[in-house]
């Protein structure tokens, strides 16, 4: 049995909302919760943890991420997801998606192949929950850092294989024939998300509201943008109930623009990403995304034409800055990398909230959201 106590948990309340609790103890059986109990009531041969008044929320998912740690999903190696799987949990993440880019599609087989593998396997650190295929059903015009000559149009034929690797496809919907294969997608479970993208108002709102997509790809990012007389696929974004990532790193989106879709959305509906690549977590220097060279300075990594190029921000540092640019409640914003993306997944009966039953995937964190420790599965995995 595994014990934190001392904590301000966040947990949901009998709406769902999450809230701070802070009486009680958390008690872990094996793999999984089991739920609050007094002080006096800690069973014997217990392992304690204090989280010194810390806050302790269950372990943020991350649905978009092409590497860290010098490793990227591309490299199509069991170790490359295994290097990512142990600096997510150092920076609070319990699940991800590895997530492809758009290159020949036989490397993106061999990277599926090797998730696959991985969700079996699930080597130490993060679980691999499946695959992110960013592309290559994509719009040249708004191709960003994606290469341009992989760009296929969407075939159900080549992701039927894949059935239970991809969780979601970043598509965009102008350039598919028609719906049919969104249609098999949703029929398969795989979530389909708009992005990298050239459509108008319309063709977006459509997409969300006939044909069922109810996720945006790291909004604001290669998509059309909003204009009072063409609102664009952000302005879509905005106006439906559909889910929407944003990479919150004040590099990929100003604090404005953060705040404007938190308050566009009525803080619901946001789903925290880092979409990072392999030079996170490694700092200044050269580095490699989908074959093309890339240059990291700070908070900044671009192509050599100066096209930004993924993110080198981590989940807990986009927690931090979601937090301060918003003002919003920190449950709220915790939703966000926990409850929001395990619902869009369906694993929200498994993951996603400190309630028993649940697996023990825990992080304790301070008020810099500096991460202190991440339980993952019941077992301390790191400690800060
Ligand atoms: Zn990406």
């Known amino acids: 049995m ?33 739920g ?53 949990a150092q920076t609070g993440v319990t699940g991800f998606l590895p997530t492809t880019m758009t290159c020949r599609w036989h490397e993106v087989e061999d990277a599926l ?30 191709k960003g850092a994606q290469a341009e000559e992989n760009i296929r149009q969407a075939d159900y034929k080549m992701v039927k294989p894949w059935e239970k690797v991809v969780k979601i496809i970043t598509l965009a919907p102008e ?27 319309d063709t977006a709102v459509s997409a969300v509201k006939e044909h069922g997509i109810h996720h945006f790809t790291h909004v604001y990012n290669a998509m059309t943008g909003f204009s009072h007389r063409a609102p664009g696929v952000v302005g879509a974004a905005f106006d439906t109930d559909a889910n929407c990532e944003i990479i919150a790193d004040n ?22 990403i ?25 908070e900044l990594a671009t192509l050599k034409d100066g096209t930004i190029a993924g993110s080198v921000a981590t989940m807990n540092r986009c927690v931090k800055i979601f937090w301060e640019n918003t003002g919003a409640e920190l449950p709220q914003i915790i939703e966000m990398v926990t ?11 498994e993951v996603g909230s400190l309630e028993s039953g649940k697996r023990a995937d825990i ?10 420790k991440t339980v993952i599965g019941g077992k301390v995995y790191y400690h800060g």
């Open 2 to 34: 595994l014990a934190i106590q001392n904590g301000k948990f966040i947990v949901p309340n009998e709406a769902g909302d999450f809230i701070i609790r802070q009486e009680g103890v958390l008690l872990c059986e094996r793999e999984n919760i089991k």
């Open 36 to 88: 609050f109990v007094a002080e006096g009531e800690i069973p014997e041969n217990t392992e304690v943890i204090d989280a010194q008044g810390n806050y302790v929320a269950p372990g943020f998912l991350n649905v978009h991420i092409h590497g860290c740690a010098g490793a990227d999903t591309m490299d199509g190696t069991e170790e490359a997801l295994a290097r990512m799987a142990r600096l997510q």
């Open 113 to 142: 192949a090797t998730v696959m593998e991985a969700m079996e396997s699930q080597p130490m650190g993060a679980r691999v929950l499946g695959a992110h295929m960013e592309g290559p059903f994509i719009s040249p015009a708004k």
């Open 175 to 201: 350039e598919l024939p028609d719906y049919d294969f969104v249609d098999k997608c949703h029929a398969a479970g795989i979530t389909v998300s708009i992005g990298h993208t050239a459509a108008d108002y």
């Open 251 to 272: 590099v990929h989106s100003h604090p404005a623009a953060q705040r404007l879709l938190y308050h566009a959305k009525g803080g619901k509906n946001i789903v925290l």
């Open 274 to 298: 880092t979409d990072s690549l392999r030079a996170c977590g490694l700092g200044d220097g050269p580095s490699e995304l989908g074959g093309q060279e890339v240059f990291v300075k700070g």
């Open 339 to 349: 409850k929001t993306p395990a619902q869009e997944l369906a694993l929200y009966e």
């Open 363 to 372: 992080v304790i964190f301070d008020e810099e959201v500096r991460v202190h």
